[in-house]
């Protein structure tokens, strides 16, 4: 057995009732690692260009990375991968919390679904033992009673991975959750829709294993060095969680809006953000396996017409897209929104991000009260906005356009819609602004799955994250030009590895670098990795990623921005006159990327990474 891997994964035909084990092979994890790399390779193949995203020749696949369930700090990270009913096109979220180390205790790397059971059912996994059950009295139960159900009909301590009732109703932006009300969500390109389209309920494991590591001692003691600085440098976001960040963005020019139209707002940030929920909803904290910061918001409301939210509280992007992008500064009005998107099951951002669009085309006259059910649908009005989560949720009336996303929802009112559509390649852009901070505009129109700041983290560079091995110790002018092409797709790749191996991308903001990642994996595997060796697999699989999505007719044409971000200036806040110059930032980044002029990986690259044999012609 290789060191930081169970060696396996599990196969599961719904259709024919039947699942198997495949092991794992070694140079296959040498060249993919794990994560959305290895699933990449299993989803090019096992797919192809005329394979419909609800249909049972999808692929739904989650994936755990050699560090996922080891000392490695915030290592409990999986990849959720399919075609995306949302997009069209590449489709991937990830995920943290305790399912995905489970997964590895219980046997299993992966999970790899294909075709659709007859009736709804749930997947058993415990101790490596694998059981396809019923699950019809599951059926229309939200995520936190699927959740406790599950665990009373096998182990109190399962962890389960599982869809709402949106998910069931393939509603585009479904989401898959675990964790019960500390909630974690695979939430973005609508992996609970495929889930639900398979007649997948949940996925429950229990595993009592251990991830080898083939040298430990040298993992601890590495690991305790750089314990205390991450202890440190993620004091605030412990004591405050992930909106810690609200103000300063909001100052930067960075936090979205009024559906990205406005500059500035900063009584309204200042309502809604990380030490506000701490003074009034916080009752304490939780952290995912492994993480010694813990973000996790526990937040209760007690009285008031929002009383009985318990829970989860809001992150950063669910306060951005549904507060500040809908004008909305109710905190608790958020915390319900959110509850309520944890329940039905949900992504939170394109929620959110639905919702300002709806305001804007009510504001303008493409939308009606009748339209929308009588729903009055005004900026800032926090009792709509939850009404309307309530219809996307549920597909009701103009509800189930939004569910389709603002690309979908534009279509349906007409040309004049499109202009405040904010989108890439159909997923709605998350909270954070391109005209604040450049580099962003070229990571949204090139990420393989759309709009996506995940997909680079660039903005943590123009703000002060130095990265040396990577080649630069000094932060980078944001409103710059020069050099962003390149500083793009360096965090591009970085990220893919941390997808790849199963550990936090927050983890880099607490001071873990490329050069540990290197070490540990080394510590884990017993292979002899170098760094260039180690981000050669990172940039293989964004490259797969890439050859995936042109297989579907991606290129140059579809890696833009909308136009506000492009022409339409903030007016006023800490990026009032700034426009990202997106055309010579994007020739930049094909040209180090080694990709032609229409956005496409050149043979000469595919031959350098090893995937000649993925050429799309």
Not at 498 to 523: Q, T
Not at 552 to 572: A, H, N, V, Y
Request: net charge negative; glycine share 12%.
């Amino acid at each position: 057995m290789i060191g930081g891997y169970a060696g396996k994964l599990l196969r599961v035909d719904l259709s024919r009732n039947e699942m198997w084990d495949e092991e794992l092979e070694e140079a296959e994890l040498k060249k993919y690692l794990g994560g959305s790399g290895l699933a990449a390779k299993i989803l090019f193949e096992e797919t192809t260009p005329h394979t419909g995203p609800l249909t049972p020749e999808n692929r739904l696949i989650f994936m755990t990375g050699p560090m996922t369930d080891t000392a490695v700090p915030t290592s409990s990270r999986y990849s959720v991968v399919a075609l995306s009913p949302k997009t069209g096109i590449w489709g991937e979220s990830n995920c943290s919390g305790f399912w995905g180390p489970e997964l590895k205790e219980a046997g299993y790397d992966g999970i790899i679904f294909q075709g659709k059971a007859p009736s709804p059912v749930y997947i058993w996994i415990d101790k490596g033992t694998v059981e396809i059950r019923d699950a019809s009295h599951l059926w229309g139960k939200d995520t936190f009673q699927t959740d406790e159900m599950i665990k009373s009909e096998t182990h109190p301590q399962a962890h389960v991975a599982c869809i709402g009732p949106a998910g069931e109703r393939l509603v585009h932006i479904a989401c898959i959750a675990t964790g019960g009300k500390h909630t974690r969500v695979a939430g973005r390109t609508g992996m609970g829709a495929v889930m639900g389209s398979k007649n997948i309920k949940a996925i429950a494991v229990h595993g009592n294993g251990k991830v080898p590591v083939v040298d430990s001692r040298s993992l601890r003691d590495s690991v305790k060095e750089i314990m205390p600085e991450m202890k440190q440098r993620g004091q605030k976001m412990a004591a405050n969680g992930t909106a810690n960040s609200i103000p300063v963005y909001e100052q930067l020019g960075n936090l979205p809006i009024k559906n990205w139209r406005q500059g500035s707002w900063p009584e309204g940030a200042q309502k809604i953000c990380g030490e506000q929920m701490t003074r009034t909803i916080l009752t304490g904290s939780y952290r995912c396996k492994g993480c010694p910061v813990g973000c996790g918001r526990e937040v209760k409301i007690g009285e008031g017409k929002f009383a009985g939210v318990e829970g989860a509280g809001p992150e950063y992007e669910t306060l951005a897209l549904l507060g500040s992008l809908c004008l909305i500064d109710d905190l608790e009005a958020v915390a319900k929104a959110n509850e309520l998107c944890n329940r039905y099951g949900i992504d939170t951002m394109s929620t959110g991000a639905a919702i300002a669009f709806a305001m804007e085309a009510y504001e303008k006259g493409l939308l009606t009260k009748e339209a929308l059910d009588g729903v009055e649908l005004e900026w800032g009005d926090a009792d709509a906005m939850i009404a309307m989560v309530e219809k996307i949720a549920k597909r009701e009336g103009f509800g189930e356009f939004l569910g389709m996303g603002v690309r979908e929802a534009a279509e349906k009112l007409g040309p004049r819609a499109q202009e405040f559509a904010l989108q890439v390649k159909g997923l709605e852009i998350p909270g954070h602004d391109p005209r604040a901070f450049h580099s962003v505009g070229v990571s949204y129109a090139t990420s393989n799955r759309g709009g996506c700041h995940l997909a680079g983290e660039t903005h943590w560079v123009e703000i002060g994250t130095v990265f040396p091995e990577l080649g630069w110790d000094k932060p980078f002018d944001r409103f710059a030009t020069e050099g962003k092409g390149e500083v793009v797709a360096k965090m591009q790749d970085l990220m893919s590895l941390y997808d790849a191996l199963g550990v936090c991308k927050f983890s880099a903001l607490f001071g873990m670098r490329p050069i540990h990642l290197l070490e540990w994996l080394n510590n884990i595997t017993g292979w002899n990795f170098d760094l260039k060796e180690l981000m050669k697999t990172a940039e293989r699989s964004y490259n797969l990623r890439r050859l995936y999505n042109v297989r579907l007719g991606i290129s140059r044409k579809d890696d833009t921005l909308p136009m506000r971000f492009l022409s339409q200036r903030r007016g006023e806040g800490g990026a009032a006159k700034a426009l990202p110059h997106l055309g010579a930032m994007l020739s930049d980044y094909y040209e180090y990327r080694g990709w032609s002029d229409e956005g496409i990986p050149t043979p000469e690259k595919l031959a350098e990474l090893g995937l000649s044999d993925f050429a799309v012609s």
